[in-house]
T-cell receptor, first 110, second 112 residues
Framework: TQLLEQSPQFLSIQEGENLTVYCNSSSVFSSLQWYRQEPGEGPVLLVTVVTGGEVKKLKRLTFQFGDARKDSSLHITAAQPGDTGLYLCAGVKGTYKYIFGTGTRLKVLA | KAGVTQTPRYLIKTRGQQVTLSCSPISGHRSVSWYQQTPGQGLQFLFEYFSETQRNKGNFPGRFSGRQFSNSRSEMNVSTLELGDSALYLC???????????FGSGTRLTVV
């Protein structure tokens, strides 16, 4: 089974700190997506990155797709309690196949 | 616009029973996918339907089946439930794969 490994698995930080979450694979993906899931809800799409080396910013969140399209990172600046949740990356292979990462559970303490 | 609606939200079933879960996608979305989410295994892909045809299938036993209707609504069925089937079952719709999913809130299935 192809895997997308995310690190760290768990992260507990204070409000205002910065953090980076990594999503790594040995496979090449046509695109990669990041989702955030809150307790009791389904994941919500944050961003899709398509081009190797692409960087996208969403307010305090910065997403980067690796040059070889095998990995990605999510950087959060000045984390807030509202950023708490499970962060999932999902690699898209071809047209029809999604592979979800193992997830990073983030808790931001006020 | 209305989001993805999954019913029921919670379900408790006994081992050996069968269950049917329902999903109404966003209007205009023809692709519907189903995932099983557990703490240990994360999000595992079950199957994907597009215009009433199963286009892709994950590595689950034949006890797990699904279908899609002409209005894009989808159902999944699990027969002969096992304790290990306890999980959050998520439905996700999309214009087509690659555009990103809109997930429903899920059905929490507990098998006792």
């Amino acid at each position: 089974t192809q895997l997308l490994e995310q690190s760290p698995q768990f992260l507990s930080i204070q409000e205002g700190e910065n953090l980076t979450v990594y999503c790594n694979s040995s496979s090449v993906f046509s695109s990669l997506q990041w989702y955030r899931q809150e307790p009791g809800e389904g994941p919500v799409l944050l961003v899709t990155v398509v081009t190797g080396g692409e960087v996208k910013k969403l307010k305090r969140l910065t997403f980067q797709f690796g040059d070889a399209r095998k990995d990605s990172s999510l950087h959060i600046t000045a984390a807030q309690p509202g950023d708490t949740g499970l962060y999932l990356c999902a690699g898209v292979k071809g047209t029809y196949k999604y592979i979800f990462g193992t997830g990073t559970r983030l808790k931001v303490l006020a | 616009k209305a989001g993805v609606t999954q019913t029921p939200r919670y379900l408790i079933k006994t081992r050996g029973q069968q269950v049917t879960l329902s999903c109404s996608p966003i209007s205009g979305h023809r692709s519907v996918s189903w995932y099983q989410q557990t703490p240990g295994q994360g999000l595992q892909f079950l199957f994907e339907y597009f215009s009433e045809t199963q286009r892709n299938k994950g590595n689950f036993p034949g006890r797990f089946s699904g279908r899609q209707f002409s209005n894009s609504r989808s159902e999944m069925n699990v027969s002969t439930l096992e304790l290990g089937d306890s999980a959050l079952y998520l439905c996700a719709s999309s214009l087509d794969l690659g555009y990103g999913y809109t997930f429903g809130s899920g059905t929490r299935l507990t098998v006792v």
